[in-house]
């Protein structure tokens, strides 16, 4: 739902179809209303999530690549992350 969700308002910022979230996350709109009763909680455990990723990659890219490579590798996500959240930015000024 997160990786959906992230898509989503990353696309449409705040005005994001919780309903499209839902069908690309292949649950119902209830199930996701379940879990995040409003678009502002949705949006922000979206962004914690991206946030989490992105820093649990750190320690697995050192552990995993030369060094040189991990860094390359994790500021190329960052950056990645970053265009993400330039679509999200008026869905979480909201929040």
Known sequence: MLEAAAAAFARDGFNASVKDIARKADVGVGTLYRRFPSKELLIEATYR?????????APELAA??????????????????MAAKHGMADALRVV
């Open 64 to 81: 995993s690549l030369p060094p040189a490579c991990a860094l390359k590798t994790w500021m190329e996500r960052f950056m990645d992350f």
């Open 49 to 57: 999530h991206e946030v989490q990723l992105l820093c649990e990659a």
